[in-house]
């Protein structure tokens, strides 16, 4: 259900609810939050709440610190890990300056900007999540370890699937949240997951991923565990991905795979927000993470793969993203992307039948590859018009480490 500030505001007086935390993301995509009391509410609908912007980094200095949250009271959640008595919600919130003006930083914004751009256009996008992570055990101090909750394979059950209780909770945790869980399973790695959610908007997938991470980290540590959503945790098993499912709707013939043209043309340029720390490019080219710009239907060794679905289950999977990815730079950039892709008719290239992991030197000729490291990523992306056009120049410098 969709509230209104005031509709919000009966709510924590009639639902004991004793917390309020107001969430935004830093440039990263890492979920930060400031908790007010019950009497605050009206204020930070009305006017926002003061954050000290010098203590984030890209959010700014010292000089100008100053920026303001306002709650977006369609987004308002019960956390159900807290007390029933006294409870905690938690709102997403636009990040402001004092004046009022959009901060140039605040990713979310930034894809409600892309995704206006599509709608005036006259197409929709919607977005699936598939993130994978790692289970750690602690140690005697409660640090993390790397040493795997359990040593499972692919699919398996208990009891060689220890992590079993941990998703089933997990699972159940979103679904009090608003959030459709698809699916759950081990992943190939030992002590790796995998949750994928429902397709939805481009706002609400995005907020559903950074929701998702916040609550695989709480529910690994109430059952003594860590939570690794790194893209390579062990050196010689399968990293984790930030696979991400995409459709397109609108008027038009072969609107998908237009699309999938424009991101395969923009690809290279992107990477830097899509893979944004140095263990992503570890990841790349190994255990079924991609290397080469290519697709192909129902091939898991393509950057993009068509899926065997049909109906409204029908879409395209974009497998390079990793977990360090904001969500809300990531969606964005894809919407813009295969905009592109549409208005320019960018031709997909022809499909790429074979394992690219097998594949001969033959099959391998005239097939670009993908960003090999994080420096040549932001060179790429320094280099960009198409992320000149659409990310702030600071933000881009902030991403490549300037």
Known sequence: MKYTPQEVIQYIQEEDVKFIRLAFCDCCGRPRNISIMPHELERAFKYGIAIDASAIAGFGDEVNSDLFLHPDASTITVLPWRPEHGSVVRMFCAIAHPDGAPF??????????????????????????????????????????????????????APEDKCENVRREICLTLERMGIQPESSHHEEGPGQNEVDFRYSDALSAADNAVTFRTVVKTIAARNGLYADFSPKPLEGNPGSGFHINMSVKGQGEALMHRAMGGILDKISDMTLFLNPSEDSYSRLGAHKAPKYISWSSNNRSQLIRVPAASGEYRRFELRSPDCTANPYLAFALLIWAGLSGIQEDIQLPEACNVNLYRADSRNLAGLSTLPTSLSEAAKIAGNSAFIAKHIPASLTEFFSGK
């Open 104 to 157: 140039a930083h605040d990713t979310r914004h930034i894809l409600k900007q892309a995704v206006a751009d599509a709608e005036k256009a006259g197409f929709s996008f919607s977005f699936g999540s598939e993130l994978e992570f790692y289970l750690f055990q602690l140690d005697e101090a409660g640090e993390a370890t790397k040493i795997p909750y359990d040593r499972a394979t692919y699919m398996d059950v």
